[in-house]
């Protein structure tokens, strides 16, 4: 049964930076595409941003491009959400999750530009909290 784990979360100030990191135990991330979601209180889990791991594809969220980026480090077995220009609306549990299904098929999605869904991801994992206030 495979594990993800989530940490980097924490306090920053508006402007400020966070790396959040996406770590599984018992699955090799670099077999399928990972996701990156979010949720405020009383909103809905916000698609954030993902990674394909067969051709590097990626897909950002209108709200976070030019500010986050996603990356992979197959020996570490991590997935990593770098944080940047943070700002209040950015206050949410991040999660992160895996897609089981063939990577082709994230990858044409992420070409399209097309946004994430909840329904092709599962093995989430406990999330990390990011609070951004000064």
């Known amino acids: 049964q495979a594990q993800l784990v989530e940490s980097g979360g924490g306090l920053v100030q508006p402007g400020g930076s966070l790396r959040l990191s996406c770590t599984a135990l018992?699955?090799?991330?670099?077999?399928?595409?990972i996701g990156w979601f979010r949720q405020a209180p009383g909103k809905e889990r916000e698609g954030v941003s993902c990674?394909?791991?067969?051709?590097?594809?990626?897909y950002y969220a209108d709200s976070v491009k030019g500010r986050f980026t996603i990356s992979r480090d197959k020996a570490k077995n991590t997935v990593y959400l770098q944080l940047n220009s943070l700002a209040p609306e950015a206050t949410a549990v991040y999660y992160c999750a895996i897609d089981r299904r063939p990577q082709s098929l994230m990858s044409a999605k992420n070409r399209l530009g097309e946004a994430l869904s909840s329904e092709d991801f599962n093995s989430w994992g406990q999330g990390t909290q990011v609070t951004v206030s000064s």
């Open positions: 990674i394909v791991s067969s051709d590097g594809s990626t």
């Open positions: 018992g699955v090799p991330l670099n077999h399928y595409a």
